[in-house]
């Protein structure tokens, strides 16, 4: 079961630190998975926002760059984003994905509404 919380609505630029709970996921494959946030806004298609590789390598699209941060705790198997700074733009459903061997395991999405 894979759980997201920590959405909402915020002004802009205020924060928000999203969390992605993989409930039951064996520790091998927590750490053995690269993980992404994605986010899809109304009319358009879902994009990546950012990852973490099993190696703890970061990668962001430009637009977030310096503003998000994307991290994990092993223990806790749960993945993280920090968002500061939002912008208008950043509102959207945001979705949290592992990815192991052949096997993606998605969260249900979560609303981040950035609006004054």
């Known amino acids: 079961q894979v759980v997201e919380s920590g959405g909402g609505l915020v002004e802009p630029g205020q924060s928000l630190t999203l969390s992605c709970k993989f409930s039951?996921?064996?520790?091998?494959?927590?750490?053995?998975?690269?993980m992404d946030w994605y986010r899809q806004a109304p009319g358009r298609q879902r994009e990546l926002v950012a990852s973490?590789?099993?190696?703890?390598?970061?990668n962001y699209i430009e637009q977030v760059k310096g503003r998000f941060t994307i991290s994990k705790d092993n223990v806790k198997r749960t993945l993280y984003l920090q968002m500061n700074s939002l912008k208008p733009d950043d509102t959207a459903v945001y979705f949290c994905?592992?990815?192991?061997?052949?096997?993606?395991?998605w969260g249900q999405g979560i609303q981040v509404t950035v609006s004054s």
């Open positions: 973490i590789s099993t190696g703890r390598s970061t």
């Open positions: 039951g996921m064996i520790l091998s494959v927590f750490t053995g998975s690269t």
């Open positions: 994905k592992a990815g192991y061997d052949t096997r993606d395991y």
